[in-house]
C-alpha cells in the first residue's frame, strides 16, 4: 500500500472533518480573494473623488470584519483538522503495536529493537504530518490559488494573469526535482535516527559489560559519532527543503516583473486604471502562500513518503504464526511428537531431525543433552514460536495449528532459563500469570517454588519492587519467581527449559519435590544440562545434534552404559567434590 492510498482511506473514514474543515477553507479563500477588489474599487473611487467620509469608514468596517471573520475561520478549521490528523497518528501506532505482538521470535531476530522504537515514534510522526499539515496546507493553498487566479482571470485582467503565469511552469519543475532530494535525504535521517535508537537501546542495556569491559569510553564516542551522523542528515534534508523558498521568491519575482512592466504600459495608455494594476499586484502578493503552501506540501509528503516507505514492510509483515486453529480450550495434556524435524532459517543443519515421542497426561519427560543439542528448539516448537518443517506436535491428538493460539497459551506455563520480571512488585510479578490470584495462592506458588523465604527477607516482602527501578535479584532467585509465576498458572502442561540452571542443586531437589507432589495429573517437561533435574523423570531423551541418541528411565539410562551414564558419572563427582 502507498502512502497515498492509505491517506485516501483514512481520508474516507474522516470524512466529514475533511469536508467541514474544506468547507471553512473554501469560506476563508472566498473572503481573501475579495479584500483586493475592494480595496481597488475604494482607490479608484478615492482618485475620483467619488467616495465621501462616511462611505470611506463604513467600507473600512467592513474589512476589519473581513479580517476577523477570516482569523476565526482560520482558527476553525485548524481545530476540526487537526485532531483528526492525531488520529492518524494514534492508529499507526496501535496497528504497529499490534502487529510486534503477534509476530514471533524470528521476527524479532531480524528487527533491532532501536530501529522499531524509532518507527512507533519519529517515522509515525512523519507520517502523521502528511494527514493534518500536508493535506490543510495542500487544501488550503491549491482552493485559494485557484480563487485567486480565477479572479485576476475574470475580475481584473486576462492579459497580465497569463503573463504573470509564465514562469510557474519552472518553479513546478524545480519543486519536482527539489522533492525527490528532500526524500532521499529524509530517508537517510530517519535511518541515521534509528541506528542511534539502536546504539542508546544496545548500550544502556549492556551498560554494566561495557563497563566492567573498559569500553564506556568508547561506546560514548560511537555514540557521539553517531549523534553526529544523525544531526548532519536532518541537517541535509533542512538544507534540501530550505530551497523551496528561493524558487517561490525567484519565480514571484519574475511574475510581478513581467507584470509591472506590461500593467505598467497598459496604465501608461489608458488600456487599464491604476486602481486595477494596484489589486492586480496585489493578488499576486496574494500567491505567495499558496505557493509557500505547494512547498510545504511537497516536502511534507517526500518526508512522510522517506517514512511511510520504512514503516509499511513491517505493517504489512504477516504473522509468522497463523492462528487459525479452531480448538477451544484443551482439558488435559496427553503429548505425541511424531517425526519432528526442524531447521532455524538462517542455519545450514537441523536443529532437530525425525523427533518422536509420546508422553502420557500427568507424566514427566526429561530433556538432556550438551548444549546446542536441541533441547530449548523442541520447546519453542511446544511454545509454537516456530513451525515444524515436517513432522507433527499433537496435544491430546490434534496437531497443535488445530488449537487457537490462546487455548493453548491456557494450557501451556513455560520457565525460560532467562525469565524477564517486570518493573512491579514481587507479587504482580508471580501474579501475572494469573491476575485474581489471591495473596494465599501467590505465597503458596513461591513456597513451591523454594523463595518464600527469600522474598520475605527482602525490605518490602511481596511488595519489593523489582525489574528496571526496584531491587537486583540473583539469577536463581529470578527463576524461582518465573517458577512461582509458571505454577500458579496451575496450567497442565508445564515447560522448564534450563529454568534451575542458577539454583543450587539442594534448592532445585527440593523445588522438583514440591512439584511432583503438586503435579495432580500436570504434565511436565524439564529441559536440563544437570542430570540430577531429570532423574525422576518416567522418560528421558538425550539429545545430540537434533537427533535422539538414548532414550529410557535413569535406570535404564545409566544400565545401558552410554552418554548419560558416563554424564552421570561426571556430575556425581562434581558434586561430591563441590561438598569437600
Ligand atoms: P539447547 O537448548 O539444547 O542448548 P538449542 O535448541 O538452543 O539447544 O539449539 C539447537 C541448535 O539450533 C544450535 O545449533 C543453535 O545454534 C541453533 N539455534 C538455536 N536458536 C537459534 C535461533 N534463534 N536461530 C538460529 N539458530 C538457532
Known sequence: MTLYEMLGGFMRR?????????????????????????????IDQLVGHTLGPDTL?????????????????RVAWRLTLFPVSYQLGVELRNRL?????????????????????????????????????????????????VMVLATMLFGVDWRLTLLALLPFPFMALAFGWISSRVHDAWRDSLERFSQLNDHVQETLGGIRTLRSLGLVKRSAAEFADLAGHAADASLAAQRWEAAYEPAVGLTLGAAVTLSLAVGGYFVWHGQI????????????????????????????????????ERLEPILSEPDSIIDSGTLPVVATSR????????????????AL??????????????????????????????LRQYQ????????????????????????????????FLFSASISENIALSRPDASRGQIEQAARLAAIHDDILRFPQGYETPVGEKGITLSGGQRQRIAIARALLAEAPLLLLDDALSAVDTETETRILGHLRNARQGRTVIIASHRLSAVMDADHILVLRHGQVTERGSHTELLASDGWYASQWRYQQLEASLNDL
Open 57 to 73: 469608514l463604513s467600507e473600512l468596517g467592513i474589512l476589519v470584519v473581513m479580517g476577523l471573520a477570516i482569523y476565526g475561520l
Open 14 to 42: 474522516h470524512w466529514r472533518n475533511y469536508l467541514a474543515a474544506g468547507l471553512t477553507l473554501a469560506g476563508i479563500a472566498v473572503l481573501t480573494v475579495s479584500v483586493p477588489r475592494r480595496i481597488g474599487h475604494i
Open 97 to 145: 503495536y499490534q502487529r510486534l505482538s503477534h509476530q514471533g521470535p524470528d521476527f524479532f531476530q531480524r528487527q533491532r529493537t532501536g530501529d522499531l522504537m524509532a518507527l512507533a515514534t519519529n517515522d509515525i510522526d512523519a507520517v502523521e504530518m502528511t494527514a493534518g499539515e500536508a493535506i490543510l496546507a495542500g487544501f488550503d493553498g491549491t482552493m485559494t490559488l
Open 353 to 382: 531431525s525425525d523427533l518422536s515421542f509420546s508422553l502420557e497426561a500427568g507424566q514427566t519427560l526429561g530433556l538432556v543433552g550438551p548444549t546446542g543439542a536441541g533441547k530449548t528448539t523442541l520447546i519453542r516448537l511446544l
Open 388 to 419: 515444524p518443517g515436517s513432522g507433527t506436535l499433537e496435544l491430546n491428538g490434534n496437531a497443535l495449528e488445530q488449537y487457537r493460539l490462546q487455548a493453548l497459551r491456557d494450557v501451556i506455563s513455560w520457565v525460560p532459563q532467562e525469565p
Open 335 to 350: 503429548l505425541d511428537v511424531r517425526t519432528v524435524s526442524f531447521q532455524y532459517p538462517e542455519q545450514s543443519a537441523a
Open 273 to 308: 486604471t491604476i486602481g486595477t494594476l494596484t489589486s492586480f499586484t496585489m493578488y499576486l502578493g496574494q500567491l505567495i502562500w499558496p505557493m509557500f503552501a505547494m512547498g510545504w506540501v511537497t516536502s511534507l509528503l517526500a518526508r512522510g513518503k522517506a517514512a511511510w
